[in-house]
């Protein structure tokens, strides 16, 4: 089983963008999806975006498309949230996940194994 760490939160004006990253120790990496969560307060947990053990598919909440971009580096055994226009509603805690398995999409939250601590990401008007 892997173990996450994210990095890269912070602080920022609308209309700027931050870079989250997910660092992934232990085994099997690439036999995991990966998904980012975001939980504003108040609020439930939801999936921002998500992606393949391969990196070959991607999926996105509609309140991110073309804004945000999921990738991953399996041979660094990182996956990345690039945030681009980012609202004030953006602003949460994220949450980067593993899925074991090969199948996909995988976008339950209780489909994920395994999570990192979060970071929070605020953003000012």
């Known amino acids: 089983q892997v173990q996450l760490v994210e990095s890269g939160g912070g602080l920022v004006q609308a209309g700027g963008s931050l870079r989250l990253s997910c660092a992934a120790s232990g085994r099997f990496f690439s036999n995991y999806a990966m998904g980012w969560f975001r939980q504003a307060p108040g609020k439930e947990r939801e999936i921002v975006a998500a992606i393949s053990w391969s990196g070959g598919s991607t999926n996105y909440a509609d309140s991110v498309k073309g804004r945000f971009t999921i990738s991953r580096d399996n041979a660094k055994h990182t996956a990345t949230l690039q945030m681009n226009s980012l609202k004030p509603g953006d602003t949460a805690v994220y949450y980067c996940?593993?899925?074991?398995?090969?199948?996909?999409?995988?976008?339950?939250?209780?489909?994920?194994?395994?999570w990192g601590q979060g970071t929070q990401v605020t953003v000012s008007s």
């Open positions: 996940a593993a899925s074991w398995g090969r199948t996909w999409p995988r976008l339950a939250e209780l489909e994920y194994d395994v």
